[in-house]
């Protein structure tokens, strides 16, 4: 089990910056892939970056260059850094951790974060 706790968001101006956190329970070198993901109003929940247990980041193409994932593995935590922030990266945004062991796939969820982003 992954317990996902979540802190950061909030309300920001176009153009603003926000950082978002996720606090794992457990070593987030045990966990395979760890991210963020988003769900606006109405709209499908999407990938917006991931980091892998080696440290490999990926970005969806609405993002890139404006968000930056990263870790503290000291404090078991992973980070979206958001900037540049424009009113349609409004949403409710996620921390996901995905396990596969024994060829099983496991995945936890924070509790969600509003970021609300005005023009």
């Known amino acids: 089990q992954v317990q996902l706790v979540q802190s950061g968001g909030g309300l920001v101006q176009a153009g603003g910056s926000l950082r978002l956190s996720c606090a794992a329970s457990r070593s987030i070198f045990s966990i395979n892939v760890m991210g963020w993901y988003r769900q606006a109003p109405g709209k499908q929940r999407e990938l917006s970056a991931t980091?892998?247990?080696?440290?490999?980041?990926n970005y969806a193409d609405s993002v890139k260059g404006r968000f930056t994932i990263y870790r503290d593995n000291a404090k078991n935590t992973v980070y979206l850094q958001m900037n540049s922030l424009k009113p349609e990266d409004t949403a409710v945004y996620y921390c996901?951790?995905?396990?596969?062991?024994?060829?099983?796939?496991?995945?936890?969820w924070g509790q969600g974060t509003q970021v609300t982003v005005s023009s």
């Open positions: 980091i892998t247990s080696g440290g490999s980041t």
């Open positions: 996901n951790a995905l396990r596969i062991e024994s060829g099983l796939r496991y995945d936890y």
